[in-house]
Structures are given as structure tokens and as C-alpha cells.
């Protein structure tokens, strides 16, 4: 089983590694786990009176690649998230709001990770919405916290 480190990067460019790591079936279920265990790790940085948007997750595989990388700030943004899926027959690649999150061979492992970054924030009351982009065109979703909210209601 595919060993990954989670390792966590400090906004001023300091990084705490994960000496030991995890094992997991593929990147997709260790991504999964960074996404779930973020709420958690969000209430330690508080605890410890540091602030969580200074800080991002990221997992490496067992060569060294950082395979995907998540920023407390985009699950912390008070308005709106942007998530774009921008794909090819190269592969598949994830930002949030223009930020660089992580990639994929295939679109629908893409859209899984995102869709449960987006379920994440819409626990939270928080709106997102998807693009998902190829070569044939753009696809725009909103998440039922843009679609249940009434028109002009503020969603923070």
C-alpha cells in the first residue's frame, strides 16, 4: 500500500514534517482524509492560539510529489468559494480561488475531492460553486447553500 506524508506549511514558509506517514489504498482516499481531519486540525491551531488561514496540508507520496495541497484559509473563507476543475486527457487539475489545490488523472476523482471540500463548507453555511472546465467547455454548479438561500441573502 502507497505510503503519504502530511505535512503542514506555515504561511511565513515554515513546514512541519510528517516523519512517519500513512498508508493508503491510492491519492484520492488520502486526500479524503486530509479534507475530513481539517475541521480538527482547525480547532488545534485555535487551541494553541495560532491562526488556522496561516496554515495549508500537504500530502507527498512516497517519491517526494506533493499530490495535493489544502489551505485552512479556503475552508475558512467567510463569503463564496470558487472551485475549478480544469481537465484534459492529461489529467485533471483543482483550484480554489485561484489557488492551486491539486491534480488528477481522472475527472471524476477530481470531482469527488472537491464535492466533499464543498460538502465540508456547506456543514458550515459557507456558498461555493464549481466550474468544472475542458477542452469542450465549462460546466457550472452551485452548492445547495447557493440554491436554498434566499435572493439577496448575505452568505458568510
Not at 486530509?34 to 517519491?63: C, I, S, W
Not at 470531482?111 to 459557507?126: I, S
Request: proline share 5%; with cysteine; glycine share 8%.
Amino acid at each position: 500500500m502507497p505510503r503519504f506524508y502530511l505535512h503542514i506549511r506555515c504561511k511565513d514558509g515554515g513546514m512541519s514534517y510528517d516523519q512517519s506517514g500513512l498508508d493508503y489504498p491510492d491519492v484520492e482516499t488520502a486526500c479524503h482524509a486530509v479534507v475530513l481531519g481539517a475541521r480538527d486540525l482547525k480547532q488545534v491551531f485555535t487551541a494553541r492560539g495560532h491562526d488556522p488561514q496561516d496554515y495549508a496540508v500537504e500530502v507527498e507520496n512516497d517519491t517526494g510529489k506533493v499530490v495535493f495541497r489544502l489551505p485552512f484559509s479556503q475552508d475558512l473563507t467567510p463569503s463564496h468559494a470558487t472551485y475549478r476543475i480544469v481537465g484534459s486527457n492529461l489529467g485533471w487539475l483543482i483550484y480554489c480561488n485561484d489557488e492551486f489545490v491539486g491534480g488528477f488523472a481522472q475527472q471524476s476523482s477530481a470531482e469527488f475531492l472537491v464535492w466533499e471540500m464543498v460538502e465540508t463548507r456547506c456543514a458550515e453555511q459557507k456558498a461555493s460553486e464549481v466550474l468544472i472546465e475542458d477542452e469542450f467547455g465549462c460546466e457550472k454548479h452551485l452548492c445547495p447553500c447557493f440554491k436554498e438561500a434566499p435572493p439577496g441573502t448575505l452568505l458568510s
